[in-house]
């Protein structure tokens, strides 16, 4: 059996850096930056503080961070949980986003060609 390493430490640095341009947007407060790491297709589904499910399309965090802005303060971890040569899974741990929410998400990855994109958002959200 070859032994052969099947990713290379370059794509962990490019998933980490698709997932970081939605955490950066959310600090700005600007969805052109963060659609830079969803799929057009993305969805997204997930439990707010008050235990309400929520879920559909990518565009709902579009409405969510029109509704409440920027996070100067956020604060965030990015850890890869999983990496294949075209599939990764990502937590991100989160405190404070404009509506000072805290979550946890887990985004999963396609490689598209050269491009690493977020094609579901899956989170738990906190009081």
């Known amino acids: 059996m070859p032994n052969i390493k099947p990713v290379a430490t370059a794509e962990y640095d490019a998933v980490i850096a698709s997932v970081q341009k939605y955490v950066e947007g959310l600090r700005v407060g ?7 790491a969803f799929n057009k297709d993305a969805t997204m589904y997930g439990f707010a503080p008050d235990g309400k499910l929520l879920g559909g399309p990518i565009s709902n965090l579009y409405t969510y961070v029109d509704q409440f802005g920027a996070a100067p303060e956020i604060k965030t971890r990015l850890d890869i949980l999983s990496i294949t040569p075209s599939t990764a899974v990502v ?3 989160m405190e404070g986003d404009g509506a000072g929410v805290s ?18 958002k899956v989170f738990h959200a906190y009081e």
């Open 30 to 36: 600007d969805n052109k930056i963060i659609a830079q």
């Open 103 to 120: 979550y946890t998400d887990f985004h999963t990855l396609l490689k598209f060609g050269e491009k690493w994109e977020i094609i579901a």
């Open 91 to 93: 937590r991100v741990d």
